[in-house]
């Protein structure tokens, strides 16, 4: 084994005690040297004293005794005899008494230990911030300086850290170290990839205190507080007075009045102002259904048309209208129906100025003036502008029969 002993160590720090006797051994044989080099080694207290006595000579010389497989060293620096010590077996002497943890060198015990204690004894002169480590404080003063030592030599930028450094370069080089192991996908940074993970785990480590809903981002507990419990929106539509809470549904909304439509469809050319809608747009494409009824086994392309038909199911009909109390299931055919009361016809022909409520109504009344008749009987071939007249032109060919 290999033992290094500071003389300002507490004790509990010294070797284990079962090596105690062999270590004073070993002491008391160098102890001659010792006294050579260094008169007030007492010579009794080293006889006698033990542990103690060792550590009141050391403290007095402040020299360092090692004891290695194949040598034996004395060192003025307690440092360079733990570079010693390790390049002999690679042990690490100093555990924490927390969490177990081992470390090569005392003074990484020491910082460590500041995990457990919360000790940030690095405090930052212009702001008050404290850090557990000093090379974070130095890391944290570049800020307030504006010192950015670290340079892109692609485009210039410069970081504060090396490390941030590093991960830019993989902007300009392409380079993704980080693949997930379930999907194949890869990512530049570590973070992100562990971000992409929970997609596979469901994991939700957010979790909100007012409700108790989980999320599996911060952003995303973020959002939620702001939007269900706080009720905040900092983002005002200047065109409509719109307010939102996040700055990335302001600026889809602000697509309805640019008109931009930067999401567009491969297979037909069709634009779209949001992401999502192209997602659900390609179904029709695809005919990818993922939606699937567990009651009746009906498939649907939109979340949206799944949860009107299970309305089917469990008989819920949600929107009820204020004046006459009938219920519907889908708010589309409540607005419909609220126009019965309202009186309201805001569906207007261009040719003869006749009003509809209903916007099919109005289809079914262009036809008059078009001429046009879209729903053809297979038998005879005859055409009728309405679907309604079918059944009634089919009575001529099974004499009064459906």
């Not at 570049?142 to 902007?171: D, M, N, V, W």
């Not at 990818?288 to 469990?314: I, L, M």
Request: proline letters at 3%; charged letters at 30%; one cysteine or more.
């Amino acid at each position: 084994m290999t033992t290094a002993v500071c003389s300002h160590f507490t004790q509990d720090l010294w070797p284990e005690h079962s090596i105690e006797d062999s270590f004073h051994e070993l002491i008391l044989k160098r102890h001659e040297h010792l006294r050579k080099s260094f008169k007030s080694v007492n010579d009794c207290k080293v006889q006698k004293g033990g542990y103690n006595g060792i550590n009141q000579c050391l403290s007095t010389t402040q020299s360092k005794i090692v004891q290695g497989n194949t040598c034996l060293k004395i060192f003025n620096e307690f440092s360079n005899s733990n570079k010693h010590k390790i390049r002999y077996t690679g042990e690490k002497t100093f555990k924490c008494k927390e969490c177990g943890k081992s470390f090569h060198v005392f003074s990484s015990l020491t910082q460590h230990k500041r995990i457990h204690t919360g000790e940030n004894p690095y405090t930052c002169e212009e702001c008050g911030k404290a850090f557990n480590w000093s090379s974070v404080l130095t890391k944290h003063k570049r800020i307030h300086a504006g010192e950015k030592p670290y340079k892109c030599e692609e485009c210039g930028k410069g970081f504060t850290q090396s490390s941030h450094l590093t991960k830019h370069k993989r902007i300009h080089t392409g380079e993704k170290p980080y693949t997930c192991e379930e999907c194949g996908k890869a990512f530049n940074q570590s973070s992100t990839l562990n971000l992409h993970r929970r997609i596979h785990s469901g994991q939700k480590y957010y979790k909100c205190e007012e409700c108790g809903k989980a999320f599996k981002w911060s952003a995303s507990l973020n959002e939620h507080n702001k939007r269900i419990h706080v009720g905040e929106k900092p983002f005002s539509c200047e065109k409509c007075g719109s307010v939102f809470t996040t700055s990335s549904d302001f600026a889809k909304h602000k697509r309805i009045h640019t008109g931009e439509k930067p999401y567009i469809c491969e297979e037909c050319g069709k634009s779209f102002n949001r992401s999502t809608t192209l997602t659900t747009h390609k179904r029709i494409h695809t005919g990818e259904k993922p939606y699937t009824c567990e009651e009746c086994g009906k498939a649907f392309n939109w979340s949206s048309t799944f949860n009107v038909h299970k309305r089917v199911h469990s008989g819920e009909n949600p929107y009820k209208c204020e004046d006459c109390g009938k219920a519907f299931k889908v708010f589309a055919n409540l607005r419909k129906h609220k126009k019965i009361h309202t009186g309201e016809r805001p569906y207007v022909c261009q040719e003869c100025g006749k009003a509809f409520k209903q916007s099919t109504h109005l289809n079914k009344h262009k036809k008059m003036h078009t001429g046009e008749k879209p729903n053809k009987f297979k038998e005879c071939g005859k055409a009728f502008k309405q679907p309604s007249n079918l059944p009634q032109h089919k009575r001529t060919h099974t004499g009064g029969k459906f």
